[in-house]
């Protein structure tokens, strides 16, 4: 019987980032009987809201990170039937509410304000889990696994004002609407060793299905305009099966080559055929060349296909010279979207603590789902302006990934090494419009200076650049963006240090300094709207970058 505590406070230097995060968490585990083992593990946390005036000395109401409390428990049991087969049951629980800190979408109402003080819940979700897993061994067959799988999530929300109203913004008095998904997985897999025309392979064979329901009354809460007929079924589903096949094939001791194919069929969007290729070579005892490409497939989500979902904007999203209201409609007719990804890359290790990869990849996809409704044809029906979810065309995103470890002190670094990892963006943008999927850095940069010291004491220095972010260059109505909606964030970096000593085998205590140099980063809206807490001519400024803050953690374990 093994088992531990782990409790973690955090403290900002700024009051108006909250009195920071508090966290305790247990791990059991153990044997009940000669073919009986359990684990049970939990834990529970809070981390405050930063203060609704935060942003004020950037010129600016929009809000700061929001906080939140977690509560989650989970269980396992597994069960050796025999030497060769294994049940695992495992049971979990979890709930998660935000700690609302002042963000709406045009004026704030006394309501909002008084949330916002308070720090109250305005959105809560709460998740229960159960699963069985078979494993087994089948001689010649070889082995498998097996997985049943059911989950329930519930979200509970304000109910909020629609378009012409106070639109976005929590009704008074103080009232909740829940939409609960209930999602049902049952996967096999057999893995199954073989040799073939002299070649060792593993075949994969696997089955999967997976069945989703929702029911969100929010979601029509919002009624058609008039003279156009909807669903008034709070309720939709979907359902796909999938059967795929992978061979892993020794071609030589050095080339191995892993085709595949994998077939989905979705309930809504008809049948999938997605075929991929992976192949890693071992040029000689130091370097590996890697490569692969595989046809991806998603489906549309449940509220993008279901026509009975409406969002309703007055004026605020609707395209140049619509006064509104905008309708956006679920659309049963979409397409799924699909992707190529493709990679390539090699990795050297010369065994003595020196190693590096350089990876390139590029994902293209295709029938990417928005619902920008400039680039639709507008439709003018006097009282309203009418668009849906829809199939845009195509999008790129591609890049570089990469690593570079170096030994400074002990056999292989085992005292001193710096590890770095970069990710580089290209492109990551929509084809059709040429905007940004996400503003996201153009590089990232992460560093850390790991000393072991002693055996029972060590420390870290951690560095994290990041490259300057570009927001959109259309907003939603199609108009090019100027002055503060154009604005670019630069390039900054962050650095922290820690240090962990283990007082004896079963107790230890951490200690660090996050944003060691204090550099901070303030959310912005338009200068000229300080009223708005959008990011509604922000540019990239979207977020707040935490101050210092000061951290401890220990552990006690038996």
Partial sequence: LSGSVTTYFSKPESSEEGQGT???????SGPLSDKLTFRLYGNVAKTDADSPSINESAGTTAAGREGSRNKDVNGLLSWQLTRDQQLDFELGYSRQG?????????????????LAQEGAEVRRTYRQTASITHKGRWDGLGSSRVIFQYENTRNSNCVKGMAGGPEGQCTSPLQFSEAEQKSYFLNGELYTPFKLAGLNQVLTTGLEYRHEQLNDPSAIQQSAPTGVTSSTDSSSSSSTFAAYVEDNIE???????TPGLRFDHNSQFGNNLNPSLNANYELNSEFTLKGGIARVFKAPNLYQSNPGYWYTTRGNGCPSGVTGPCYIQGNADLEAETSVNKEIGVAWNNHRGWDASLTYFRNDYKNKIVADMYSQTVTDNSSYRYFKWYNAGKALIHGLEGSF??????????????INNLTWMFQNKSKETGQPLSIIPKY???????????DKLSAQLTATLYGRQKPRTLNMKGLTVSGDAARELGTYALFGINGTYQFSKNYRLGLGISNLLDKQVKRASSQSSSATSTTSGAGALTYNEPGRAYYATFTASF
């Fill in 444 to 454: 990232t940069l992460n560093s850390t200076l790991d000393w072991r010291a002693t």
């Fill in 405 to 418: 470890n170096i030994p400074l002190l002990g056999e292989s670094g085992s005292r001193l090494k710096l």
């Fill in 22 to 28: 508090r966290r305790l968490g247990f791990n059991l």
């Fill in 98 to 114: 935000n700690i609302y800190t002042g963000e709406y979408l045009n004026s704030a109402n006394s309501l909002m304000n008084e």
């Fill in 251 to 257: 071609v030589t001791r050095a080339l191995t080559v």
